[in-house]
């Protein structure tokens, strides 16, 4: 059973290439709002679901999956305000069944406020303000180029994509031995130190809800991306946050990367975080 | 053989008793663990490894050192250590059936463990340290039972067992090597990432585990007949004094390199750990006595009048083996998350339920050492 889920995972992956759907690699909210909104209509309309059955309807009405050779995200820190941060946040654990505990302890997050002075803390100076220190930035999984989580794990529960760069995770292999927590650098990575279902407000049913014991984490929306939908996050922040393939010369985030002074969190490690920041 | 076992007196039977009892209470709180989830320890998102997995770490290092004692024997035929050598081997198995104990209770879905082996991966250090451990498992018991079976036949062991023996000296190594590879390359944790993770691994090793065993041996000289020797005691009082200042030297080494370099991520480690951080300071006082009786210790072991005195002698390897367990079994891997890779400051207590189901597992080891002891002594007795 959890084999023919890997199978499906790595084939969701394959297909999308197989397809020959013209590469969409552009995915900006803010300089194409309407056409991100029209998708979330159109997805909503026709797709909410991945049905195993034969497609309803006319197959016209399905999206292409959206592919990519590395996907790669930039955060425009200068446009997230309170309520922006508020709205990805929500977006996100929302729609991926992301439990909420009111004990500290056994918090899970897939993406998450943090100031700068914890974010990037090791390049805080001395005379940074207050106010620079505070500022606010949103953290996720990186879905590194080299990802030590992957590495260290004993039962490859947890693997890069290698089509698209997307770091996964396969929830009904994973032993919950929490390797993958230690290894990673960046904080990315929640276990379940309880039974998550009782702790989700309304559980979406076309999203899995994951069991005590398991890790968890960001999944650059994988789920959507194979029914051509921008990752939730993107889609809610206001054109804070481009998505897109950073191979593809001409995606908006290679614009941006072109164009900004940005910054990754810990290069100096080699990972090679694909989440950048403009600051 | 195993009716052997069951031959014994009735504070034999009462201390196995005790045990039992200790297990019980910790399997009430595992299956409270298994159906309530790890959310009942002490751990959290930040400080994700903790009581469990440290004593897991401490005990590969106690099953390691068996290789003391079967090193000088077979390697160099140092004849003295011919009675103790069978301690050290059931002494190993004991740890072993620990390490793997901790690491099973550890798990967040224990029942799925043998997807380790379904889908080895190589690339995983934890593959590689779950396959040395089970190897040296059965090295041990091989080793072992085919030696305690010559011996109730009063024959020589046979020998084909030898090549097993000569393998089990570089496999007793990688146990503990493989196990400070599951930290040492990890580029998320400074605190670990340091090349003298291993050596000082196997130097504090070499000292905690003979330690435990000249306790055990001198224990079994007043409960019984069995006398491992004065001459294999002193020799492995020597080999506890040269690790333990090697592994005084490693520490020190540490402390330099840190605190000279003066990189903020290396040097807050370690200051969480003597002075505390930000008020945070649950293993300082630990900290303080492991030092203590570390320098205390070796100061009594270097002096050969201190060292030759018996009594002496086994406060010392009482200061060892506790100053050690609270360096590996605590310290080390509490403090390699601490801070956090994002500089914040997380405590972690381990709680109530925990530590029972810790010390359930350290009676399971007893229980077993006592077990397979009390089987040599009956046998050894029977053939004098
Ligand atoms: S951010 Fe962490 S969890 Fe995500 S890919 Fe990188 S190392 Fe893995
Ligand atoms: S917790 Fe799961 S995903 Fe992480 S290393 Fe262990 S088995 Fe792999
Ligand atoms: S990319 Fe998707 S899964 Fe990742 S943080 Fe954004 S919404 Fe959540």
């Known amino acids: 059973m959890s084999v023919d889920r890997r199978k499906f995972l790595k084939l969701a992956g394959v297909v999308s290439l197989g397809a020959a759907a013209k590469p969409v690699s552009t995915l900006l909210a803010s300089e194409d709002p309407i056409h991100v909104k029209k998708m979330e209509e159109g997805a909503a309309a026709t797709a909410p679901t991945v049905s195993p059955g034969p497609p309803q309807g006319e197959a016209s009405s399905f999206r292409e999956p959206l592919t990519a050779k590395r996907w790669a995200m930039v955060i425009d820190t200068r446009k997230l305000d309170e309520a922006t941060i508020e709205r990805c946040i929500d977006a996100c654990h929302t729609r991926h069944n992301v439990p909420e505990f009111e004990i500290k302890k056994d ?19 001395p005379v940074y303000t207050e106010h620079i220190r505070h500022k606010s930035t949103l953290l996720l999984c990186n879905h590194c ?10 039962t490859e529960a947890t693997f890069k994509r290698e089509e698209d760069g997307l770091v996964m995770m396969d929830w009904h292999r994973c032993i919950g031995c929490r390797y993958c927590v230690v290894a990673c650098p960046y904080g990315s990575r929640s276990f379940n130190w309880r039974d998550p279902r009782p702790h989700i407000e309304e559980i979406q049913g076309d999203f899995p809800t994951r069991m005590r014991g398991v890790v968890e984490k960001c999944t650059f929306c ?3 991306l194979a029914r051509g939908i921008a990752p939730a996050c993107v889609e809610a922040s206001g ?9 593809d010369p001409h995606s908006s985030v290679r614009h941006l990367l072109e164009e900004h002074f940005t910054i990754r969190r810990k ?3 080699g990972t090679q975080p694909q989440v950048y920041y403009i600051v | 053989m195993i009716e052997k076992a069951i031959q014994g007196g009735k504070s034999y039977y009462s201390w196995l008793a005790l045990l039992v ?10 299956v409270r663990q298994f159906t309530e989830g790890l959310g009942i320890t002490g751990l959290s998102r930040d400080v994700t490894w903790g009581f469990y997995i440290a004593q897991f770490t401490f005990l590969v290092g106690v099953a390691a050192s068996a290789v003391m004692v079967v090193l000088p024997y077979y390697l160099h035929n140092f ?7 069978i301690l050290g081997e059931f002494l190993a198995i004991g740890a072993v059936l620990m390490c793997m104990s901790f690491i099973f209770v550890d798990m967040g879905q224990p029942f799925r463990i043998l997807n380790v082996f379904l889908h080895p991966s190589p690339h995983s250090m934890m593959f590689w340290d779950t396959v040395v ?14 030696s305690m079976q010559a011996e109730k036949k009063g024959v020589a062991p046979p020998k084909w067992i030898k090549p097993f023996i000569i393998l089990s000296i570089p496999w007793a190594f990688s146990i503990h090597t493989v196990t400070a590879m599951l930290y040492s390359g990890l580029a998320a944790r400074p605190f670990w990432m340091t090349a003298v993770l291993g050596p000082r691994f196997l130097a504090s090793a070499f000292a905690a585990g003979p330690a435990l065993l000249i306790l055990l041996a001198m224990l079994l000289r007043r409960l019984s007949k069995f006398d491992a020797g004065d001459r294999a005691i002193n020799q492995l009082a020597m080999i506890i004094t040269y690790a333990l200042g090697i592994n005084l030297f490693f520490v020190a080494m540490e402390l330099f390199t840190a605190f000279y370099s003066g990189i903020p991520e290396h040097i807050s480690h370690f200051k969480y750990l003597f002075v505390g951080l930000e008020g945070n300071n649950f293993l300082v006082g630990w900290m303080w006595v492991s030092m203590l009786l570390g320098v205390s210790a070796f100061v009594l072991l270097v002096n050969p009048k201190t060292r030759k005195n018996y009594k002496v002698l086994a406060f010392a390897c009482v200061a060892v083996f506790v100053s050690l367990w609270i360096e590996k079994g605590l310290g080390l891997v509490i403090t390699g998350f601490i801070p956090s890779p994002l500089g914040e400051v997380v405590s972690y207590v381990p709680t109530l339920p925990e530590v029972m189901i810790g010390l359930a597992i350290w009676a399971l080891g007893a229980f077993v050492v006592t077990v397979l002891y009390k089987m040599t002594l009956n046998l050894r007795e029977r053939w004098g």
Not at chain 1, 107 to 125: R, T, V
Not at chain 1, 239 to 247: K, S, T, Y
Not at chain 2, 21 to 30: E, H, K, Q, T
């Open chain 1, 107 to 125: 918090e899970i997050k897939w993406i998450w406020e943090e100031d700068f002075h914890h974010a990037f803390h090791e390049q805080d100076i």
């Open chain 1, 145 to 154: 180029d080299e990802p030590p989580c992957t590495n260290v794990c004993p």
């Open chain 1, 222 to 224: 994988e789920e959507r």
């Open chain 1, 239 to 247: 054109g804070a946050i481009a998505f897109g393939d950073l191979e």
């Open chain 1, 267 to 269: 290069p100096n490690l």
């Open chain 2, 21 to 30: 009892g200790i297990m019980l209470i910790g399997a009430y709180y595992w």
């Open chain 2, 79 to 85: 004849k003295a250590f011919g009675k103790i050598t």
């Open chain 2, 133 to 146: 451990l089970f190897g040296y498992l059965l090295l041990n018991i091989l080793i072992s039972s085919v």
